[in-house]
């Protein structure tokens, strides 16, 4: 283990450690154990399988097709720039998110933090940095009220001192137009420490929504009547030597790159959808005229359409896909969202004009359900490709089983307008 991490549990006086990866669905898996053995400990296991487990709990039937059949386990390796504090716990603990290796030393490629850290390889042997901003929620009722959110005060005092601790660097906290409805934006910066970031940050909101008799949830669609809830993201590009924001020239207009990564993301978003949009709840938020994107449109400041340019200076020329729910798992959205402008840029796509008026008005361009988005995720070479084979059939398996127990369930409305009717 890395002598940094050793010395952090030193000085805090560390009595336990949560060594934790982010499953597929973006939660915490892993172990707990004395900070002693921790330190000794040159890479934990667990079994393969934990990123097969579908979000209810279970192992699809045929994962077999994405993992060894000898059910092997899979090595842990701390990485050292995540170790922090547990805020909430009783005893000094600390935590400490993991990427994963086989025997061989070859990188888990299901992970999604692998997937993540492929992306941005594949960025950095072009010259590239990707950097970007998280914000989560789409406007509401009762939109930037002050007064709102002062009704959380005690929630949200506790909320920042757990994100402080944790170096969870926040922005903003606003109130949407939803009931009870908040957004928090993170810091613009590394996509992979962002990933980490919104990846702890949920945890976090859970934890201290707990402390205040109260439930955190980052469902898309809570609620039938109320706005749904989004994942934002904000994304630019540098060049790693100058650190220049290659989507703007020296006189301040934007670059081919520029529009090149926009027509990669109007491009592959749609059949990426699956990896944004990951359970069926997502797709009840992707509906006209409910604040949501519903295709693939971009524009100048313009929040109708599903990728938005903000209002900036050149250095801060950036794209905002406003797609992603925010039940998304953070690093596969950002790896997703990533890969596609990387496509585009790669293959010198053109974008489709701006739209100035709203992109509400003009058809859907998304798929309007989990089995539909799965279909067209396994259906896109260049995404599997560019996000790996074994990483798209473990997550389609779970997604496709996912979906199987929910068609199992006979909804409310089933029951009162076909029961007697049909």
Request: negative net charge.
């Amino acid at each position: 283990m890395a002598n940094e991490i050793r010395q952090f549990l030193k000085d805090h006086g560390i009595s336990e450690v949560e060594a934790i990866i982010p499953d597929m669905a973006g939660i915490a898996r892993g172990k707990i154990m004395p900070s002693e053995k921790f330190a000794e400990d040159e890479g934990m296991r667990l079994p393969e399988s934990i990123f097969l487990q579908t979000v209810t709990g279970d192992y699809p039937p045929d994962t077999d097709k994405a993992m060894s059949p000898a059910e092997i386990d899979i090595t842990l390796k701390a990485d050292p720039k995540t170790v922090r504090r547990v805020p909430w716990a009783a005893e000094p603990t600390g935590q400490v998110i993991h990427d994963c290796f086989y025997a061989d030393g070859r990188r888990v490629g299901m992970a999604p933090r692998s997937v993540l850290r492929h992306i941005l390889e594949l960025y950095a042997n072009r010259g590239w940095e990707p950097v970007g901003r998280s914000g989560r929620a789409e406007p509401g009722r009762q939109s930037y009220s002050i007064a709102a959110v002062n009704e959380f005060d005690p929630l949200f005092d506790d909320m920042y001192q757990f994100c402080e601790d944790q170096d969870i660097e926040i922005d903003t906290l606003i109130h949407e137009d939803g009931a009870a409805q908040m957004e928090i934006n993170l810091l613009h910066g590394n996509a992979l420490d962002l990933a980490d970031q919104a990846f702890l940050f949920k945890r976090t909101a859970r934890e201290a929504a707990l402390r205040h008799k109260m439930y955190a949830t980052f469902m898309a669609k809570p609620h039938a009547k109320e706005p749904g809830s989004a994942m934002h993201i904000h994304q630019s590009i540098v060049d790693s030597k100058t650190k220049k924001n290659i989507f703007s020239k020296d006189d301040g207009t934007p670059t081919p790159l520029f529009f090149n990564h926009i027509a990669g993301l109007q491009k592959y978003l749609p059949a990426a959808m699956a990896l944004l949009a990951p359970n069926v709840n997502s797709y009840r938020r992707i509906s006209r005229f409910q604040l949501a994107p519903i295709n693939v449109q971009w524009g100048y400041d313009n929040r109708t359409a599903g990728l938005r340019v903000p209002a900036s200076n050149a250095d801060a020329r950036r794209v905002e896909n406003r797609l992603a729910g925010a039940d998304a798992n953070p690093y596969i959205a950002l790896a997703t969202s990533l890969a596609c402008g990387y496509l585009g840029m790669v293959e010198g796509l053109l974008p489709s004009e701006p739209i100035s008026g709203s992109a509400h008005d003009l058809p859907f361009s998304l798929p309007r359900s989990l089995d539909d988005a799965i279909r067209e995720l396994r259906g896109c070479e260049p995404l599997v490709r560019i996000l790996g084979d074994p990483f798209i059939s473990a997550y389609t398996i779970v997604k496709e089983a996912e979906y199987e127990v929910f068609l199992q369930v006979i909804s409310s409305w089933e029951r009162e307008h076909l029961l007697l009717n049909v």
